[in-house]
């Protein structure tokens, strides 16, 4: 037998004996310091989808019912290379706010009020978004955008009290102070400069 073929026959020998050894080991995990279970030890990992929240409660959750959304994508402008030629990220969500089912009356009559001249001759409000390179993240972006345009007129605005008031009016009164003040001592330089030109 030649030397090559010996030496191979060994190596193969060894290396199951070693992978037999190997398997009987039990495993070890690392969990680092900064890992989920260190950082939230009484916390459940699991991951879950949230709940549609109950649509009886008061005010506009935060819910949007994707299948009463119209969602568009078209190209984006801006820089991006190639991929702006070959892949519609730029969205556009419509919806028709007299039938929004997830919105209650009020909330439709002061998002009339607020974005009435948005509306589209159909009754359709539209929201854009070519903020990223992906469709998703635009999509999410779009539906917080709609989020935050139903909250700003829904929210109650509070008239400021008197005292407030007071103190704007006499901040404003000492910016324009100052300011004359300052354009005076400007007009004053540039006198004192003529003065001295003309002798």
């Not at 974005?115 to 972006?141: C, E, K, M, P």
């Not at 989020?147 to 103190?167: D, G, I, L, N």
Request: charged share 30%; net charge positive; hydrophobic share 30%.
């Amino acid at each position: 037998m030649n030397v090559f073929k010996r030496t191979s026959i060994e190596f193969v020998k060894c290396m199951n004996q070693a992978t037999k050894s190997y398997t009987n080991r039990p495993i070890v995990t690392y969990n680092s310091a900064i890992s989920l279970k260190n950082l939230y030890p009484n916390s459940s990992l699991k991951i879950t989808t949230p709940k549609i929240p109950d649509q009886n409660t008061n005010g506009f959750t935060g819910f949007i019912p994707m299948e009463e959304l119209q969602i568009t994508f078209s190209r984006s402008s801006g820089p991006g290379g190639q991929n702006v030629n070959k892949v519609n990220t730029k969205v556009d969500i419509r919806f028709h706010l007299k039938s929004a089912k997830w919105l209650n009356e009020e909330e439709k009559q002061k998002m009339f009020e607020t974005f009435g001249q948005r509306l589209t001759q159909d009754g359709y409000l539209i929201f854009r978004s070519d903020l990223t390179r992906s469709q998703q993240l635009n999509v999410a972006d779009c539906l917080e955008k709609i989020r935050k345009a139903v909250r700003s007129a829904v929210e109650v605005k509070q008239e400021p009290s008197p005292e407030s008031q007071e103190r704007a009016r006499r901040r404003l009164e000492r910016a324009s102070k100052e300011r004359l003040l300052l354009k005076r001592q400007r007009s004053q330089i540039k006198q004192d400069r003529r003065d001295t030109i003309e002798m």
